[in-house]
């Protein structure tokens, strides 16, 4: 695992749009943490956004992580780039020729999507455990170290979702191609949801239900938007007598089916490449 991860982090070292993209990945999020944590006049009125209790522990796991997430698209344009360069550079066929299997080089690209992956989820325990500690109006070890199931359910989620990106990027070998597959099939998905909750089924369980097992869909239920929990809204909610109940945990199942859904993308691209004539 060593020496394909080193081989893949050679070729990280020496592109550029590889390393821009990582660092407006990690920036943007650094910088919209920053932003939240800075008190400033707007229209007269003093703004802090993190008087919100955004910051405050465990809620902040479950924030963060949804932000994070939003920014992923950054990784996968990486991730696609990585497998496209491979093709229009040929470096596919002479690392074949080197005497690595077609096995070994999709390894190599799993453990470069599992990295990237781990290093965003440690990146973003990092921030917010330091913004937390900064802001937090409850500071309790307990309390620090609650809900972080949050940190396991993004982690899996950027597991499953470059390792779409990943097989996308074998399927269509260039990667603008790969992007846009992946805009389309988002649409898909959305597109089949409507249908069977407005046509079909007519009914929002069911749906529900039967749309968890769609990949991109399952790959967003990990982390469910985090907003509604925020006092702010909660207690708006109240005086309007309006209720916003919702199931923000990680439930186990959801973390299976995002993981079959990883396995399922690994073993198709390397099912493509085999039978592919390089």
């Given at each position: 695992m060593l020496r394909l991860l080193t081989i893949e982090f050679q070729k990280l070292r020496y592109s550029r749009s590889a390393k821009v993209l990582s660092i407006i990945y990690f920036g943007l999020f650094t910088l919209i943490a920053l932003i939240a944590s800075i008190k400033f006049n707007l229209f007269g009125a003093e703004i802090?956004?993190?008087?919100?209790?955004?910051?405050?522990?465990?809620?902040i796991w479950h924030f963060n992580t949804y932000?994070?997430?939003l920014l992923k698209i950054f990784l996968a344009i990486v991730i696609v780039s990585l497998i496209s360069n491979e093709y229009s550079n040929r470096t596919l066929k002479q690392n074949l020729i080197d005497g690595l299997s077609k096995k070994?080089?999709?390894?190599?690209?799993?453990?470069?999507v599992a990295s990237f992956a781990l290093i965003s989820t440690v990146f973003i325990?990092?921030?917010s455990l330091i913004l937390g500690l900064i802001f937090s109006d409850y500071t309790e070890f307990g309390i620090i170290f609650s809900d972080l199931e949050y940190l396991l359910a993004y982690f899996v989620k950027l597991l499953g979702f470059f390792s779409f990106c990943l097989f996308l990027g074998v399927l269509v070998k260039r990667s603008a191609f790969a992007l846009g597959f992946l805009f389309v099939w988002w649409i898909f998905e959305s597109i089949i949801?409507?249908?069977l909750r407005f046509l079909i089924l007519k009914d929002a369980v069911t749906t529900e239900y039967i749309s968890q097992f769609l990949p991109l869909e399952s790959m967003a239920n990990l982390v469910k938007q985090p907003l509604t929990r925020l006092n702010i809204i909660q207690s708006a909610a109240n005086q309007l007598q309006t209720d916003v109940a919702f199931d923000y945990a990680v439930h186990w199942y959801q973390v299976i089916i995002v993981l079959g859904w990883t396995a399922i993308f690994i073993w198709g691209s390397l099912t493509l490449l085999k039978k592919r004539d390089l």
């Open positions: 802090h956004i993190a008087d919100q209790g955004i910051f405050n522990f465990p809620y932000c994070a997430a070994e080089f999709i390894l190599s690209k799993f453990y470069v325990f990092l921030v949801i409507g249908v």
